[in-house]
């Protein structure tokens, strides 16, 4: 039987999901990742990527598109960044109006652009001010309010038994926790018991209130053992997604079994990839989605071989139809030189 989760109100078919990832997981791909599910589902819940909040207040074109959504993209977390409460809170109701499921508060990036405006994980120092922040967003709008955060700036200064209690204590609904520190960045493993320092604190001070793990899994087993040593009550994929969209289908078979399920065969990969890119065309245009997918190719690659030269042959594709028959020959087989 799988595990499952429940985010304040709202229930998860799974206790898998999506990460934000910055430049990658917007709406063509999460709509791939959410339509490959099997028996025992696939992704329960995915995430925008970071919102800048006086931008999506100003509407302007790539705001707009950063948390574009839709009815099949449901449920959906929009995630916000940034120190000033009001701001946020006034961001925070937009997004419910833009059919935002959940708001996360982004405690956790370590990048300058977001780290300079005092955000992301700049909040880790400043636990006052982000506890302000959920209190305040919590206050504001209906939908759960949660956080994602890191174990601390750096290995002397973990926040994990001390911000997350505090952050339920306020109203919190949930908290995923990237198991590396701020000054870690993306080096070095993942720290399960960091990751555990958190579930504890939580469970003694506001045990309903669940925390999803994060860091490292590319694996259904890498998801098993941090649920298991961690006592986590959910994971949250990121990279692993991006080369795998389908992860979560075979995560949850493993889940719930403890069985891996027949693997997606090199065709309903390349099948995947396609649907990527009609994606891609549907929401960004020919040009974007030219681009995207050209950048995207080499995530993917790895699990499509044998298919020698894909990489620098998808680099000189310049058109819809050459693209989808260059696809489709691969699918048959029939590889195609460019
Ligand atoms: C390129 C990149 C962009 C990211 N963008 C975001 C973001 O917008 N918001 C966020 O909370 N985390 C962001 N992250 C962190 C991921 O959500 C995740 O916590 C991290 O990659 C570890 O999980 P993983 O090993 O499964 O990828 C980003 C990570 C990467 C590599």
């Known amino acids: 039987m799988l595990p499952m989760l429940k985010i304040g109100c709202v229930q998860l078919s799974t206790p898998l999901l999506l990460a934000p990832i910055a430049g990658y997981c917007d709406l063509a791909f999460r709509l791939v990742v959410r339509s490959i599910t099997g028996p025992h589902g696939g992704v329960a819940l995915?995430?925008?990527?970071?919102?800048?909040?006086?931008?999506?207040?100003?509407?302007?074109?790539?705001?707009?598109?950063?948390?574009?959504?839709?009815?099949?993209?449901?449920?959906?977390?929009?995630?916000?960044y940034g120190r000033?409460?009001?701001?946020?809170?006034?961001a925070a109701r937009w997004a419910q109006e833009h059919g935002a499921t959940i708001i996360d508060v982004n405690m956790g990036c370590p990048v300058d652009k977001v780290t300079k405006k005092?955000?992301?994980?700049?909040?880790?120092?400043?636990p006052q001010l982000a506890v302000t922040i959920v209190e305040q967003l919590v206050k504001t709008v209906t939908v759960p309010v949660t956080a994602k955060i890191r174990l601390g700036p750096n290995e002397q200064s973990y926040i994990t038994q001390t911000l997350p209690p505090a952050l339920g204590d306020v109203g919190c609904s949930a908290i995923t926790v990237h198991g590396r520190t701020t000054e870690q960045k993306f080096q070095g493993n993942v720290s399960l018991r960091g990751i555990t320092q958190v579930v504890r604190a939580m469970a003694k001070h506001h045990p309903t209130i669940p925390v999803i793990g994060n860091g490292d899994i590319?694996?259904?087993q890498d998801a098993k053992q941090?649920?298991?040593?961690?006592?986590c009550a959910g994971v949250m994929i990121g990279r692993g997604a991006l080369s795998q969209p389908w992860i979560f289908r075979d995560t949850a078979h493993y889940l719930a079994t403890g069985e891996l399920p027949i693997p997606l065969s090199r065709n309903e990969r390349i099948g995947v990839v396609l649907q990527h890119f009609e994606n891609l065309l549907q929401y960004r245009g020919e040009r974007i989605a030219l681009n995207m997918i050209r950048q995207r190719i080499s995530r993917y690659s790895p699990h499509l071989q044998p298919w020698p030269g894909l990489r620098k042959d998808v680099r000189h594709?310049?058109?819809?139809?050459?693209?989808?028959?260059?696809?489709?020959?691969?699918?048959?087989?029939?590889?195609?030189?460019?």
């Open 46 to 80: 995915a995430c925008t990527d970071l919102l800048c909040p006086q931008a999506i207040l100003r509407e302007n074109d790539k705001s707009l598109w950063l948390s574009a959504t839709c009815p099949e993209d449901q449920p959906i977390v929009m995630q916000l």
């Open 226 to 231: 941090m649920m298991d040593q961690t006592g």
């Open 218 to 220: 590319t694996c259904p």
């Open 118 to 126: 005092n955000g992301g994980s700049k909040l880790l120092c400043e």
């Open 84 to 90: 000033d409460p009001a701001i946020l809170c006034e």
């Open 317 to 338: 594709i310049q058109s819809i139809t050459h693209f989808r028959e260059y696809m489709q020959a691969g699918m048959d087989e029939k590889l195609i030189k460019i």
